[in-house]
């Protein structure tokens, strides 16, 4: 079955204890990205990658980082976070620039 | 750059009444648009897509979206609102690299 999974699912964390969100897909997709979603704000992105080791900033990239060792994996870390930082987060991947992306499941992300 | 603008971040419809998601955009080069539609507690699926080919888009579950250039407008449409639509709807505009959502919004369906 074609998806994208990250892991996890939930996490509660302190602030600035490091964290990484794993994002795997099995599609063969050159591009990923990732966003987080806060309410009345829709999905912003912050990180994308075009190929392996290809990244580039979205639009919210300060206090993430993102790394694209293997085409099929693309881990978010965040090195020090912060309570504003808590957020839901989606991993998404696509074939191409202008295809549809395909989302992961969501991870919920609580910094106290 | 490009932004995506939905008006009404809650809509309330009856159970088999029409149903009308507003979207307009910007984009600086001809955009592909989408919709997405995400049930709590899951991620975001593809209703539907703009790429050029047609004005009038046809998606699942029985949603459809006109483009419309001229007043750079993306809306979602279903003829008949039934229960199980309550979610969601996310229009976006992706042009390039970029996936510009806009802030979303919350279907209700009454009985």
């Known amino acids: 079955?074609?998806?994208?999974?990250?892991?996890?699912?939930?996490?509660?964390?302190?602030?600035?204890?490091?964290l990484t969100v794993?994002?795997?897909?099995?599609?063969?997709?050159?591009?990923?990205?990732?966003?987080?979603?806060?309410?009345?704000?829709?999905?912003?992105?912050?990180?994308?990658?075009?190929?392996v080791e290809v990244t580039d900033k979205g639009d919210v990239p300060e206090g993430y980082k993102v790394s694209r060792k293997e085409k099929r994996n693309f881990p978010l870390i965040l090195e020090s976070p912060s309570p504003n930082q808590t957020?839901?987060?989606?991993?998404?991947s696509s074939s191409g620039p202008n295809t549809e992306a395909f989302f992961g499941q969501g991870t919920r992300l609580t910094v106290v | 750059a490009q932004s995506v603008t939905q008006l009404g971040s809650h809509v309330s419809v009856s159970e088999g009444a029409l149903?009308?998601?507003r979207c307009n955009y910007s984009s600086s080069v001809p955009p592909y648009l989408f919709w997405y539609v995400q049930y709590p507690n899951q991620g975001l699926q593809l209703l539907l897509k703009y790429t050029s080919a047609a004005t009038l888009v046809k998606g699942i579950n029985g949603f459809e979206a006109e483009f419309k250039k001229s007043e750079t407008s993306f809306h979602l449409t279903k003829p008949s609102a039934h229960m199980s639509d309550a979610a969601e709807y996310f229009c976006a505009v992706k042009a390039g690299n970029m996936l510009t959502f806009g802030g979303g919004t919350r279907l209700m369906v009454k009985p």
């Open chain 1, 22 to 51: 794993t994002c795997s897909q099995n599609m063969n997709h050159e591009y990923m990205s990732w966003y987080r979603q806060d309410p009345g704000l829709g999905l912003r992105q912050i990180y994308y990658s075009m190929n």
């Open chain 2, 19 to 21: 149903v009308l998601l």
């Open chain 1, 87 to 92: 957020s839901l987060y989606f991993c998404a």
């Open chain 1, 1 to 18: 079955e074609a998806q994208v999974t990250q892991n996890p699912r939930y996490l509660i964390t302190v602030t600035g204890k490091k």
